[in-house]
């Protein structure tokens, strides 16, 4: 996973962090971009899907943390199926009273200059339209937009590099 940044911790997600992630999922204000919050099983599935992936890829979503060990969300390297073509995307979650720090952009920098650090240039970032927060935390890590596209039926802005 990504070295400590100068404010963030990355670990791997386990399921004693259930409680909190299901509260950074299933918060209305963090998933207003998503078509719905996520239940408490589907928090669950979904730190199995992380698990799957660091014992299948060494990576996936990490939670990230302060220095203080406080919970600040999830910020990592997924696949994704993307117009045919398996592609890298930074994804990345920040609890609501944590946003606006520059904690979202500074812990998605530190994913993809891993995933550079490990030979992958082409990194993506999935996006909905008028999620202008992503976009931006896109912008600053060095990604540009690409084109627009379709995925889970939910029209959607690809940005990259490489
Ligand atoms: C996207 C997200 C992770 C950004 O985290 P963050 O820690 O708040 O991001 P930062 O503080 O690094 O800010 C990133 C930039 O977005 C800008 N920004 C934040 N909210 C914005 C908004 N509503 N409209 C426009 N720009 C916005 C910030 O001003 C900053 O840009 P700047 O440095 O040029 O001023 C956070 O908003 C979040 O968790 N959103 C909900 C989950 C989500 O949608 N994830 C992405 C799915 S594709």
């Not at 386990?14 to 408490?40: C, N, S």
């Not at 060494?58 to 406080?70: R, T």
């Not at 199926?81 to 994804?91: A, F, H, P, S």
């Amino acid at each position: 996973m990504p070295p400590p940044t100068r404010r963030l911790t990355f670990r791997r997600m386990v399921e004693d962090d259930l409680d909190a992630m299901a509260r950074l999922l299933g918060d209305p204000v963090v998933m207003a971009h998503y078509p719905r919050p996520k239940t408490r099983d589907e928090a669950l599935a979904w730190i199995e899907w992380c698990r799957r992936g660091y014992a299948r890829d060494g990576f996936g979503l990490w939670v990230i943390e302060d220095h203080d060990g406080g919970f600040v969300g999830d910020c990592g390297l997924t696949w994704q199926r993307l117009d045919g073509v398996d592609e890298l995307e930074v994804g990345y979650h920040v609890v609501a009273d944590r946003q606006g720090e520059g904690l979202g952009s500074e812990a998605a920098a530190a994913c993809v200059d891993f995933a550079r650090s490990r030979g992958v240039e082409r990194v993506i970032a999935i996006i909905r339209p008028d999620n202008r927060a992503s976009r931006r935390v896109a912008e600053k890590v060095g990604l540009e937009l690409d084109r627009t596209s379709v995925m889970h039926d939910l029209d959607v802005v690809v940005y990259a590099r490489g």
